[in-house]
């Protein structure tokens, strides 16, 4: 397929800072998934020191960028709705800004971008999903903004048997602060 690169998330502050964080963590003989690849930046450097790396995009543009352009293994996934298995890292740069429905602009890239009124939707949804699919000592590395509520976040982690922490931090444009969680089930 080829791809409308105006549809696809390229690389930005958030991704970076994910970059950062999680080839700070993986291992090389993690089993890695990354959900809502976008260009693929991410799974594309994590892949370089994990090779059992999979990418995974609701955005067929997403999928076919991060393939062609990262060489990815990526797979087109509303989340975890065509992935199997078990994973000892999961990464989400998740779609975080609050958007009224009014604000929607109805097309591939909102997916990237969408959080839902409260910022938080789609990690509703992400969630139990996810801890469902970590392996016994799996971890989960999200990044959301300052936009999106820390403390509900820590809440609906707390709520789907995990425990969060703020790995990494980073302030951008208008003292919004990023974070990257690392979410792990409780004992």
């Known amino acids: 397929m080829t791809f409308d690169a105006s549809q696809v998330y390229q690389p930005a502050e958030d991704t970076f800072l994910l970059i950062r964080s999680a080839t700070a ?3 090389a003989d993690d089993v890695v998934i990354e959900i809502g690849t976008g260009s693929g930046a991410v799974a594309g450097a994590v892949q370089k020191i994990a090779p059992k790396t999979l990418a995974v995009d609701i955005n067929p543009h997403a999928v076919a960028h991060a393939r062609e352009v990262n060489g990815v293994t ?6 975890f709705s065509a992935v199997s298995g078990k994973f ?5 740069n998740a779609p975080y800004l609050p958007t009224l429905p009014e604000e929607r602009i109805d097309d591939w890239l909102e997916y990237a971008l969408d959080g839902g009124i409260s910022g938080r939707d789609v990690i509703e949804r992400f969630l139990p999903q996810a801890v469902s699919h970590l392996t016994e000592k799996g971890r ?3 990044l ?3 936009l999106t509520g820390l403390s509900e976040t820590f ?5 789907n048997g995990c ?3 703020v790995s ?3 302030e951008v444009e208008d003292k919004e602060m990023l974070y990257v969680l690392k979410i792990t089930r409780k004992p």
């Open 25 to 27: 963590e993986v291992h």
């Open 74 to 79: 990526a797979v087109r996934s509303d989340l």
């Open 88 to 92: 000892d890292l999961i990464l989400f």
């Open 140 to 142: 989960i590395l999200l």
């Open 144 to 146: 959301i903004s300052s």
């Open 155 to 159: 809440s609906l982690c707390e709520a």
């Open 163 to 165: 425990s969060a922490v």
């Open 168 to 170: 990494a931090e980073e």
